[in-house]
DNA sequence: ACCGACGTTGTAGCGTCACTTCATGGACGT
DNA sequence: ACGTCCATGAAGTGACGCTACAACGTCGGT
């Protein structure tokens, strides 16, 4: 019952197959179909069970897989039980961000990581839909996603995954500086019928919001583009080319674009962090997230919550 | 960080040193120095120290031998959840026990485990030392213990030790069939006095309780013998050689002998299950542990406690 | 204070296990 | 019906861990 056997069945499930969960481990497809076998083998029943081209887990291996969780939390407390007599944690974290959380938040944890010394943090801006963000933990130590606000928790979470909150961000109405409405302090969803809308490609997150927020009763809003690179939405903003809905803290600094706050919808998205709950036990892990708590606190305002560590 | 390694450090603290880790796991006193050493290495820092002619773990060694508790429980935790997706738990368990113990709880536990069918249980008698007990734990399942009630808890409990109560059994006093307090429903401490006694070995659980009962005020009870056996005591007991405290539902078969209650103080020793937390994990353990505290309940008179498994 | 003995630590040799490469068998989509 | 993708199996190779043997240090006895 090898501890390495039983992560790469935790991979396959989150990875939904062979073939992904290779990929990640950095291992060629034959190897981990070995290791489900002698690892189906040893435990006396069948582990998966082919479906299509593919295969997934079946009820004994997704409970195994969920005792599997609990073994490579054991096993990062211990590393970590280590780690606390060396002098000052060190090592290399991986972080991913979506872009505008990169923007707003990288530059500063990088300088002040790079304070407390001996750690070495990658960077990665992964740009994928709100599903897919779970599964980046298997290549990446922290997860820097987003969702709408008021929108459901992260799926998995907290057995497969911890979830750290960051911030809060509200989505503001991006019009072009000389837009009719650029004066007003604030507008009204009602302002913004017949409007032109640039909104970011289907199943990525706050996708969602601008249909609550820009329909009118019974109508669907007028979607004129799909662009996902908020810079580049700015830029399409201030040329005229229609309007957007854009988080406060990371748009609006191009000279051509104004954001208007909306009144009466509450429109906002969440920032946080996502770990994997074996890697939230790594002592430098959690050296660096504490680092990233401290820098969404200071770049969204008001600190979202007295977060130390992974929560533990 | 490999499971096998971190149950080889633990084994080297509960056993108190490389050579005796190393009979305990089956292996040379190389291999479990050289896991250690590779351990180390892995850790980056010193787990254990040379004290005399021996080792002992380094502070660091012994938080990570705690979590390498965890990381054997959550192992455990995953071989069970296997194993209940299987028709019944299959396996051979192994079984020790006292002498005494043995003969009363043994016989009916390997009866009512015939019953269940598929596990094989294998059945050994340790005479050792009290504090020897929880060692046992290493090169046996169950470990059936007994300690003079009122004594402290078994030490590492339950951190490192899962402790499952089995009965209690009231301390008499065996005089021979024709003593002059024979005829007696009960006696009392003071009518013991000038009485030559045989006692267990000394460090041998029940021992520090004669010290309580036979002491008169501020003397020592007068040990004319020092026996382990009970079948033996009795046999003395019976042929006139002295008195002596049995256990009441384990002893008093011989014709020759009497157990007199004692009055006035309160005398008996506590019988328990000791296992390791991940040993107590295993599904076949803990069906047998079932039926095991079922037979104490039994033989013991009223049970124990609603104990329900491991006490999970 | 010396000597014997126990127990731990290093080195060479061997076996075993796991991974890669290559080839095969199904299942879906065109 | 064919091509493509995915998972699995078989043989070869490499690395890792264990056993056997030797050396060192330390403790208890005389």
């Known amino acids: 019952m090898d501890v390495r056997a039983l992560e790469t069945l935790r991979t396959v499930r989150s990875q939904g197959g062979v073939g992904a969960a290779a990929a990640v481990l950095h291992l060629t497809p034959s190897a981990v179909s070995q290791q489900l076998a002698a690892l189906s ?88 839909a709100q599903d897919d963000f779970p599964a980046l933990t298997d290549r990446v130590d922290v997860v820097v996603a987003h969702r709408p606000e008021g929108s459901a928790e992260w799926p998995g979470s907290p057995s497969r995954l911890r979830v750290v909150p960051l911030l809060r961000e509200p989505l503001d109405v991006a019009v072009p500086a000389d837009h009719p409405l650029a004066g007003r302090e604030r507008v009204r969803a009602g302002d913004l019928v017949d409007e032109q809308w640039i909104a970011v490609r289907e199943g990525f997150p706050v996708a969602t919001v601008l249909a609550a927020v820009a ?70 892990v959690r050296r660096v997230l504490d680092e990233l708590v401290a820098v969404a606190a200071e770049a969204g305002g008001a600190p979202v919550r007295a977060a130390s560590g992974a929560g533990r």
Chains 1, 2 share one sequence.
């Not at 593919?54 to 280590?82: I, N």
């Not at 972080?95 to 959380?101: D, I, M």
């Open 41 to 128: 083998r040893e435990a006396g029943v069948a582990l998966t069970e082919r479906v299509g081209r593919g295969l997934r887990l079946t009820a004994a291996g997704d409970a195994l897989a969920d005792a599997a969780v609990d073994v490579a939390v054991a096993v990062g407390r211990a590393r970590a039980a280590c780690a606390s007599f060396l002098g000052r944690p060190e090592g290399t974290v991986r972080v991913s961000a979506f872009q505008s959380g990169a923007q707003l938040l990288l530059p500063p944890l990088l300088t002040r990581v790079r304070a407390l010394g001996g750690i070495t943090v990658e960077c990665s801006d992964e740009d994928v």
């Open 215 to 284: 329909a009118g009763p019974g109508t669907a809003p007028r979607i004129a583009h799909r662009i996902n690179d908020f810079s580049v939405v700015e830029a399409m903003v201030a040329a005229g080319h229609g309007v957007s809905l854009l988080p406060r803290y990371t748009a609006g600094r191009s000279p051509g674009v104004r954001l208007l706050p909306l009144a009466g919808v509450r429109a906002g998205r969440r920032v946080d962090a996502l770990l994997r709950p074996d890697t939230a036990e790594r002592l430098v």
